[in-house]
């Protein structure tokens, strides 16, 4: 009977369709430790050799860090966010008007400081607003971010006026970037999330939220404390990462921020994360996944590949990888996601 059961599973194991064997590679923790990094190997050895080996060129991977720290930073806040299952897109618009602000002030006072606390400052504002519309008048932040989106990119628009860009001293983006502000901004923002996250009882309310919310609720956990942590930290990320766009260009436009939202995404499933939350969420993915991200869109740019087909590449990308890391339903009960 023992060898009759035993030849029986055998043959169910050797015969799984196709999805089900998707879903047994899926969750195997080798898979999800090993892909983020096999992916961006793979990227930089397609990449190398469609280009002649000039995708190494020391001027090209220093564009390449400087795209990853803007969308690391930015995707180190957000994953807060992503953890307990919230959804929010409007980074980008934030992003541009943080920046914008920032720069204003700048040119008004002369002050390099006030730069980066204008930058800051607004951008931990404007995150805070949009956890509010979610937490006290209970809209979706999904919806929240959708519309918010629209309003901060048109009072951007409003603030730059018709030249489209303002401008600052070249010697003070070279001051902070000759200093290392950004690298030292960076990893210290970094270690803080990595901190938050993993080893406070905060980062661990958050993980359980986004995987059983109504069990975490039970437990006595906060979900508006937790939300308004969450969406505060991703707010400083944006803020450090729109000081990061004005030094790289001097410059602030209306163009600034824009498709980050997307590149954050991707470089959150790329790491490794699931943007639906859960316990297999973590601080670090967003920075190997910004490493991946800044690589392929330089990568296609380099072969000639037009920026509306790259838009297309990245999208099909997303969805396969949403699809990889997403949550399996026979795993309840489990957070209704929408």
């Not at 430790?33 to 990227?43: G, K, N």
């Not at 970037?177 to 309310?205: K, M, N, P, S």
């Not at 069990?215 to 308004?228: I, R």
Request: with cysteine; proline share 1%; charged share 10%.
């Amino acid at each position: 009977m023992t060898a009759t059961s035993s030849a029986n599973t055998s043959g169910k194991e050797l015969h799984l369709n196709w999805k089900e064997r998707v879903d047994v590679i899926r969750s195997n923790r080798w898979f999800l430790m090993a892909f983020p990094f096999a992916m961006l190997a793979l990227i930089i050895l397609i990449f190398g050799g469609a280009t002649g080996g000039n995708f190494f060129r020391v001027s090209v991977l220093k564009g390449i860090l400087s795209q990853a720290i803007i969308i690391g930073t930015c995707a180190t806040g957000v994953s807060f966010i992503y953890s307990n299952g919230n959804l929010d897109i409007s980074i980008g618009a934030v992003l541009g008007m943080g920046a914008t602000l920032g720069v204003l002030a700048y040119n008004a006072t002369n002050i390099t400081p006030l730069l980066i606390l204008v930058s800051v400052g607004v951008s931990l504002g404007l995150m805070a607003f949009n956890c509010t519309m979610s937490v006290v008048c209970h809209i979706k932040t999904i919806t929240v971010a959708i519309v918010v989106t629209q309003i901060y990119s048109a009072i951007t628009t409003l603030l730059i006026g018709g030249a489209g860009t303002i401008d600052i001293a070249y010697e003070t983006s070279s001051m902070l970037e000759d200093g290392g502000f950004r690298y030292i901004a960076f990893f210290g923002y970094f270690i803080l999330c990595l901190v938050v996250y993993h080893f406070t009882r905060i980062g661990r309310e958050l993980r359980f939220l986004g995987g059983n919310e109504t069990c975490a609720q039970q437990t006595g956990m906060s979900s508006g404390k937790a939300t308004y942590v969450s969406f505060l930290m991703a707010g400083l990320g944006v803020g450090l990462a729109a000081v990061f766009s004005v030094i790289d260009v001097s410059a602030v436009s209306v163009e600034t921020g824009s498709g980050l939202g997307m590149d954050v995404m991707l470089a959150t499933v790329l790491g490794g994360m699931s943007i639906f939350g859960g316990s297999r969420s973590n601080a670090y993915a967003g920075l190997i996944g910004a490493l991946t991200v800044a690589a392929l869109n330089k990568g296609l740019l380099m072969v000639g590949v037009p920026s509306a087909f790259i838009q297309g590449i990245r999208g099909v990308i997303f969805l396969a990888l949403v699809y990889m890391n997403s949550e399996r339903r026979d795993l309840l009960p489990s957070r209704m996601q929408f």
